[in-house]
């Protein structure tokens, strides 16, 4: 019988070899493959960015372009009015000046002020709205404004020029508003044969506008002014990188692959428009990198596999000489020894197995809920494009037309993006929480579902005469109301109700904000209706999820502290909302 001890010693060296062998060229091999992989990628990513930063900088200088220009030709317009023309020179048609005013100002309801002033710097005639969308008024208090820039640069200009102010903070008798108001100022020199008799001037609230002009799927957008100063949205990139900015002479700077800067101007200032590259992309660039890698790492592993089967055939040669000189004891330990491997890999499997059910049934959660919340954003976006074909088909498209187009749909691609941040926060329940107006609440839902309920009919009415608040996370409350009248909508639509309507009623009855919502859409049936907030419970077989209402109670009773209640009859369905007032 061969000595156990001297083959399992020699054995024992001969896997060490081995084990080692394959590790380091393991290593070698993969180092090599990364470090190519690398090389060529780094500078395929940076191509990549300055490309699509290229591409968006001309985007936004087209949308800002066309935004200054239909402002500009709104007040050339203006000034060439006889009506307004015949009131500058002799003061004749008050009344038709001050209703022209009022005109313009209710039909851009991003004007902010709308004046004249005369050549003295006194303000003559003087339209205000207070924010975004508010009713014009006439201003009786006059100011002088003589000592303003804008005023000092308009009056140099020719009749028929334009001057586009810097986007600054606005000032009243000497201060700054409170709370801060960022505006832009377009105005234009009024002569009368020949004669300079003021400036026309209009004040444009800028935040809705920065707002979509900084919306971005890929990138966090920045404005920053030759004061070193961030316009709207702000972040902290380091003294000495701003320094070097503002004292740079170059149109375009590019930092690395996350950071593109190109000189902008923008009226009275030239302004620098920065490109930062979100954070979620960088993660899922580096998460594809992680992937990548780990496709090299089997790659190599499979590649190595013929090295190692070449270095131990010595190694099977001295095992089966162990196996046919071997006694009963080895071949039972030998035995066992397999049969605990075997075991522990059913183990491990099953372990495996059910961790990926697990990871698959809560993204399965996840993407029922994003489905449920992008399908109407989706619809919108699709008919949107339709609109903008038929329109190209007949010839009648026109910048107005695109340039709507393409901010609703900036618009519906940002609640679908803030419908993701919220889903996220959701799950990490980390969510601020604030005071906020019910009803803001349901206007920014109208903005998104309000077309698909008027192609359908449906009424949409709000009761809100006390303008009702409560403390809680607003994208939550969004999420739930939203997916309220959504259903309601459907039933309406299914039933084909000819009167079709939904009423919101918000109330306050002393312990609760009540909100309730109303459809005349013949009811749920008794038999189900208790059913209805249980998960994965729907009336629209292969249309829903079951997530909706079971999420919806989720949180109101989670979130809230409140509840949710539902009635029915023949007649159509109340659900009710019950928010605890903040103490």
């Known amino acids: 019988?061969?000595?156990?001890?001297?083959?399992?010693?020699?054995?024992?060296?001969?896997?060490?070899?081995?084990?080692?062998?394959?590790?380091?060229?393991?290593?070698?091999?993969?180092?090599?493959?990364?470090?190519?992989?690398?090389?060529?990628?780094?500078?395929?990513?940076?191509?990549?960015?300055?490309?699509?930063?290229?591409?968006?900088?001309?985007?936004?200088?087209?949308?800002?372009?066309?935004?200054?220009?239909?402002?500009?030709?709104?007040?050339?317009?203006?000034?060439?009015?006889?009506?307004?023309?015949?009131?500058?020179?002799?003061?004749?048609?008050?009344?038709?000046?001050?209703?022209?005013?009022?005109?313009?100002?209710?039909?851009?309801?991003d004007y902010m002020q709308f004046r004249y002033i005369n050549s003295k710097g006194d303000e003559v005639l003087r339209f205000d709205r207070k924010s975004y969308g508010q009713i014009a008024y006439k201003v009786a208090y006059l100011q002088n404004k003589k000592n303003r820039y804008y005023y000092t640069e308009t009056s140099k200009l020719k009749e028929g020029e334009v001057f586009i102010s810097k986007i600054d903070l606005n000032v009243e008798n000497g201060k700054i508003q409170e709370p801060h108001v960022y505006v832009i100022r377009v105005s234009t020199p009024i002569y009368i044969h020949g004669t300079y008799k003021g400036i026309l001037i209009v004040n444009i609230f800028m935040e809705q506008f920065l707002k979509v002009f900084q919306l971005s799927p890929i990138y966090n957008i920045y404005l920053l002014n030759k004061d070193g100063e961030f316009i709207q949205n702000r972040f902290n990139m380091g003294k000495e990188l701003l320094n070097k900015i503002l004292k740079t002479k170059n149109e375009t700077i590019l930092y690395e692959n996350n950071l593109y800067i190109k000189r902008l101007n923008i009226g009275y200032e030239s302004m620098f428009l920065i490109y930062k590259t979100k954070e979620t992309m960088l993660e899922k660039s580096r998460q594809n990198d992680t992937k990548m890698a780990l496709i090299i790492l089997l790659f190599a592993i499979i590649i190595s596999i013929p090295f190692a089967y070449i270095l131990s055939r010595p190694a099977k040669k001295a095992f089966d000489i162990i196996i046919k000189e071997g006694d009963e004891l080895h071949d039972l330990a030998l035995n066992l020894d397999k049969k605990i491997e075997e075991e522990t890999l059913k183990n491990a499997k099953k372990d495996r197995l059910l961790q990926h059910q697990s990871k698959l049934a809560e993204l399965g959660d996840m993407v029922g809920n994003i489905a449920h919340q992008w399908r109407h954003p989706l619809t919108r976006l699709s008919l949107i494009l339709q609109n903008l074909n038929a329109y190209k088909k007949r010839d009648k498209l026109n910048d107005e037309i695109f340039n709507k187009a393409l901010q609703e749909s900036l618009e519906q691609i940002s609640f679908m993006s803030e419908t993701i941040e919220n889903f996220k926060d959701f799950y990490r329940t980390d969510n601020k929480k604030s005071t906020f107006s019910i009803s803001k609440v349901i206007d920014d839902i109208i903005k998104i579902i309000g077309i698909s309920l008027t192609h359908n009919n449906i009424s949409l009415n709000v009761n809100d005469p006390k303008n009702l608040q409560v403390y809680g996370i607003k994208n939550e409350l969004v999420q739930v109301v939203l997916n309220l009248i959504i259903n309601a909508k459907d039933a309406l639509v299914e039933h084909?109700?000819?009167?079709?309507?939904?009423?919101?009623?918000?109330?306050?009855?002393?312990?609760?904000?009540?909100?309730?919502i109303v459809d005349n859409a013949n009811g749920i049936p008794d038999d189900i209706i208790d059913e209805i907030f249980n998960p994965y419970f729907t009336t629209k077989e292969d249309k829903g999820t079951g997530i909706g209402l079971y999420l919806s109670k989720t949180i109101i009773e989670e979130h809230f502290n409140g509840k949710i209640l539902v009635q029915s009859d023949k007649n159509g369905t109340t659900f009710t909302i019950l928010l605890p007032k903040k103490l």
Do not use: C, W
């Open 1 to 109: 019988m061969i000595k156990l001890k001297k083959i399992s010693q020699k054995n024992k060296n001969y896997v060490y070899k081995l084990f080692f062998s394959f590790i380091v060229f393991s290593i070698l091999l993969l180092s090599s493959i990364i470090f190519i992989h690398v090389s060529f990628t780094q500078k395929q990513k940076l191509e990549t960015f300055k490309f699509q930063s290229s591409l968006q900088y001309k985007e936004k200088k087209l949308f800002l372009d066309n935004f200054l220009q239909k402002r500009k030709d709104s007040l050339l317009a203006i000034s060439n009015n006889p009506y307004f023309r015949e009131f500058v020179a002799n003061k004749n048609y008050e009344y038709n000046t001050d209703f022209l005013f009022y005109t313009i100002m209710e039909e851009n309801k």
């Open 496 to 516: 084909n109700i000819s009167n079709a309507q939904i009423n919101i009623n918000i109330l306050d009855d002393g312990k609760y904000i009540v909100v309730e």
